[in-house]
Nanobody
Framework: QVQVVESGGGLVQTGGSLRLSCFAS????????MGWYRQAPGKQRELVAT???????NYADSVKGRFTISRDNAKNTVYLQMNSLKPEDTAVYYC??????????????WGQGTQVTVSS
């Protein structure tokens, strides 16, 4: 069984920084893509950033230039460095990983989320 766990959330002031981590464990042959999503109160879940296995990155326009996604394949971990945080970044942040345990099939796994709160 595969488990995905986030950490690093917390409370920061406007302009502050946080680094989120997401660690995948279990029966893992390869992690094809990892990413971060967030959901603010009253809003739908939205994409924040993704990073495929080739290391390329994709960002939502709202975070581009402020957030950086990276991955450490040896550690099965993805990071989200968040700088210049704004109150509108307040949300529960979820890690997503597309993982193969062998063979041709892969599955999407979600973490339970970590709260990020940015005070004004």
């Amino acid at each position: 069984q595969v488990q995905v766990v986030e950490s690093g959330g917390g409370l920061v002031q406007t302009g502050g920084s946080l680094r989120l981590s997401c660690f995948a464990s279990g029966s893992i042959f390869s992690i094809n893509r990892m990413g971060w999503y967030r959901q603010a109160p009253g809003k739908q879940r939205e994409l924040v950033a993704t990073i495929p296995i080739d290391g390329s990155t994709n960002y939502a326009d709202s975070v581009k230039g402020r957030f950086t996604i990276s991955r450490d394949n040896a550690k099965n971990t993805v990071y989200l460095q968040m700088n210049s945080l704004k109150p509108e970044d307040t949300a529960v942040y979820y890690c997503n990983a597309v993982i193969s345990s062998g063979g041709s099939n892969s599955r999407r796994y979600w973490g339970q989320g970590t709260q990020v709160t940015v005070s004004s």
